[in-house]
């Protein structure tokens, strides 16, 4: 069943409660068992990586996945199926580079991911300057269009970027490539802090967010964390959608 993702994700805010969405790459093993599973456990919605050859705002551990997935002969129609398939109940979002929407067509992707019951999808490459079509597409098939937030944004395009993004305003933690850290970045709060001040759309987390500690210290700024490298590194290490839930368990307890 298909969510309007910003109605449901501003309600849970509404009632208090801190926002937990994980990652985990489309086409490695076990994969579609994970998501029942984050979905089992308590995820408020879930990413799923459509993999690409040239994800450059990725690290190791999602680039290895991207590799896996891609030499094993995913595409962007097995995991659409897939998704369908799972007929899950929380919001499912898909993430992706701009390549693999231009080549399907703008139009036609955003149409095909509300076919498969997506609710939402972010384009991680997007500049906002070329977002407008992005947007509209995603208008027109009445899917969330998320769009990402840097710390290195000036007051300004932070603004902008706010009032155009749907579902949720992705803040992104730290300047690099996604990939586990050994502490919070203060870029994390400060970013999420920027971005409270200027909309009233969920904000957001990801990129960084490697421990429940540090979950929990970004949500006592933003509504939610994005979780991806270290659940992907538990899949790919141990093949277990069952323990890789259970890590994710412990982000859950962490923000309760």
Excluded: H
Excluded at 91 to 101: D, K, L, S
């Amino acid at each position: 069943m298909l969510k309007n993702l910003e109605v449901e994700l501003k309600q849970k805010c509404q009632n208090g409660q801190k926002l937990l969405v994980p990652f985990i790459t489309g086409g490695i093993q076990g994969w579609e068992e994970t998501l029942q599973a984050f979905e089992d456990v308590g995820a408020d919605a879930v990413e799923v990586g459509i993999p690409f050859s040239d994800a450059v705002m990725d690290g190791p551990i999602i680039c290895e996945a991207n590799d896996i997935a891609l030499s094993a002969g995913t595409t962007p129609d097995n995991i659409f199926k897939k998704v369908a398939e799972l007929k899950l109940k929380v919001p499912v979002i898909a993430m992706t580079y701009y390549n693999i929407a231009y080549r399907r067509g703008l139009a036609n992707f955003s149409a095909d991911l509300k076919t498969y019951s997506f609710s939402g999808g972010i384009l991680a490459d997007m500049p906002f300057e070329a977002s407008s079509n992005w947007l509209e597409a995603g208008r027109q098939a009445e899917i969330a269009t998320i769009l990402l937030a840097a710390p290195t944004a000036s007051d300004d395009r932070l603004e902008r970027i706010a009032t155009s993004s749907t579902g949720f305003v992705y803040a992104v933690g730290l300047l690099g490539v996604t990939g586990e850290q050994e502490t919070l970045a203060t870029s994390a709060t400060e970013i999420a802090k920027r971005l409270k001040q200027v909309t009233d759309t969920p904000v957001l987390v990801g990129v960084g967010i490697s421990t429940p500690e540090q979950a929990a210290k970004a949500v006592e700024v933003a509504d939610g964390v994005i979780v991806g490298s270290v659940l992907v590194k538990k899949l790919l290490a141990n093949k277990s959608p069952k323990k890789t839930a259970k890590l994710l368990a412990e982000f859950k307890k962490a923000l309760n």
